[in-house]
T-cell receptor, first 112, second 112 residues
Framework: AQSVTQPDIHITVSEGASLELRCNYS??????LFWYVQSPGQGLQLLLK??????LVQGIKGFEAEFKRSQSSFNLRKPSVHWSDAAEYFC??????????FGAGTILRVKS | DTAVSQTPKYLVTQMGNDKSIKCEQN?????MYWYKQDSKKFLKIMFS???????INETVPNRFSPKSPDKAHLNLHINSLELGDSAVYFC???????????FGPGTRLTVT
């Protein structure tokens, strides 16, 4: 069965520090991969996506993610976190014609 | 220009009532979805329509009934509301199933 694991429920980083949020998936074929961000009381906003090609993808707000097929991972990174990045982050996996499966989310806290 | 909109944003009602949530997208997408996000922020897909045809119908009580009058609209009707229905309901759309989804702002349903 398809599944997405985000091992970290909460992460706290200092403002200006680097960030890496982990995402591992289980999928029968080469999946489409996504990261979304949800600020409190808001809907989900797409940060970036991977369909094929270059395994390092750039997204909005200075985020990037790297697809590693051998590790079934799609980790999200940002070199320098801003206080406004505090939110919940969701990894999702899908395939053309199928539904998306979402991870349980990682709450990011940013301390000044 | 709101891409995916939902009404109402908040809905407070009593057990046993019937209520509807409306969703509209102006992205020209063919596929629309309803998700339920529970108190632990877990996102669970409920339904999906592609070109007004139901393509995903997860294990959801039959008190929930989606209706898609056209490709731009997907409404959710809930009969005989129960306490456990309290959650945030998100509408989303994508060009095709499996591609990136764009989410509405959510409807917070509280059943008392």
């Amino acid at each position: 069965a398809q599944s997405v694991t985000q091992p970290d429920i909460h992460i706290t980083v200092s403002e200006g520090a680097s960030l890496e949020l982990r995402c591992n998936y289980s999928y029968g074929a080469t999946p489409y991969l996504f990261w979304y961000v949800q600020s409190p009381g808001q809907g989900l906003q797409l940060l970036l996506k991977y369909f094929s090609g270059d395994t390092l993808v750039q997204g909005i707000k200075g985020f990037e993610a790297e697809f590693k097929r051998s590790q079934s991972s799609f980790n999200l990174r940002k070199p320098s976190v801003h206080w406004s990045d505090a939110a919940e982050y969701f990894c999702a996996v899908g395939q053309y014609g199928n539904k998306l499966v979402f991870g349980a989310g990682t709450i990011l806290r940013v301390k000044s | 220009d709101t891409a995916v909109s939902q009404t109402p944003k908040y809905l407070v009602t009593q057990m046993g009532n019937d209520k509807s949530i409306k969703c509209e997208q102006n992205l020209g997408h063919d596929t629309m979805y309803w998700y339920k996000q529970d108190s632990k922020k877990f996102l669970k897909i409920m339904f999906s329509y592609n070109n007004k045809e139901l393509i995903i119908n997860e294990t959801v009580p039959n008190r929930f009934s989606p209706k898609s009058p056209d490709k731009a609209h997907l409404n959710l009707h809930i009969n005989s509301l129960e306490l456990g229905d309290s959650a945030v309901y998100f509408c989303a759309s994508s060009q095709v199933p499996g591609n990136e989804q764009y989410f509405g702002p959510g409807t917070r349903l509280t059943v008392t």
